[in-house]
């Protein structure tokens, strides 16, 4: 952990916030599929999984009102984020992203040898200027976007798809199951044929130790996904398992309402003792102090883990996932204990 300093053994149970896991149960429907695909004699293990992940697809073009044809799923959505590198960058290509955001889209641009282009952005979210006018090849835009969780509504989105025709403008929806309905930009797909959205079912589906995720496309971008994707790269659990939860949508509708209003209390809570926490629209908060790396470092030291970087623009503050209510109670307990100690 970047800036923990190690001290006296911490006691007490872990408060572990700081991954943006979905702090509920997948569906029953989930295990229900696991255990029914467990109960077939090992046919399961033994035979290949369905490389076109049929079901699955026909599931989410159900749940986000596209046709299967439309759907690459691979294994997390990291997998079709890597991929698209590939297929769109040269090495020495560049790849437009904002700042601060998603940091593993720097990792994935090191590993095609391409440069990654920062285009800043405050804790209000507002696209620069730049991210209109550059000319990367390749897009990456997060929305929500961490750390923050700001949220841009189609009239940008298509914007920039118009100001950048010759670029593929990927929306990575990590954390849209948190945002308001209506907010995706699957809906924008018809009218750009240069736009991509990419998703997981890691967040809102509670799946992120089985590794599911998918984009929604058109055009060369999407077939070219499907020439170089592994045959066989999302396992046949995970296929059933995926296709269980994303037909749930009660579950899903449920457990999105818990997490959404723990997060509007969390919010409260932490303005309320001082904190500036921006409007979020994920699963997760971003808590502004004059002295935040000594509060992550302090809450550590309990046993209560949050995200804090040593970066530019990240540094005034630290990520929270929102989890479960008690979650919140031992955070908030721990941050007054903290506080009081460093004199606020």
Sequence with gaps: MPGYVPGAQPQGKTVKLNTNENP???SPEVIRALRAALD???????RYPDPLCRELRQAIAEFDGVSPDQIVVGNGSDEILRLLMTVTLDPGSEVGTLWPTYSYFEFLAAQCDARPVRHGVDTGGRWPDSLFEGGERLLLICNPNPPVGTLQPHEMISRLCEARPESLVVIDEAYIGFAPRGASAVSL????????VVRTLSKSHQLAGLRAGYAIGTGEALAALLKIKDSYNVNALTQAAATAAIGDTGH???TRAKV?????????????RGFEVPE?????????????QEIFEALAERRVFVRWWDKPGMRDGFRITVGLPEQ???LLRALDEVTAQLGR
């Design 24 to 26: 509920y149960p997948p």
């Design 40 to 46: 077939g004699g090992g046919e399961c293990a033994r």
């Design 189 to 196: 797909l018809g009218s750009h044929a240069n736009l991509m």
């Design 252 to 254: 899903f509708e449920s």
């Design 260 to 272: 959404i209003a723990e997060r509007e209390c969390l919010a409260a809570e932490m303005r309320r």
């Design 280 to 292: 979020s629209h994920g699963n997760f908060l971003f808590a502004i102090h004059v002295r935040a």
């Design 328 to 330: 919140s109670d031992a």
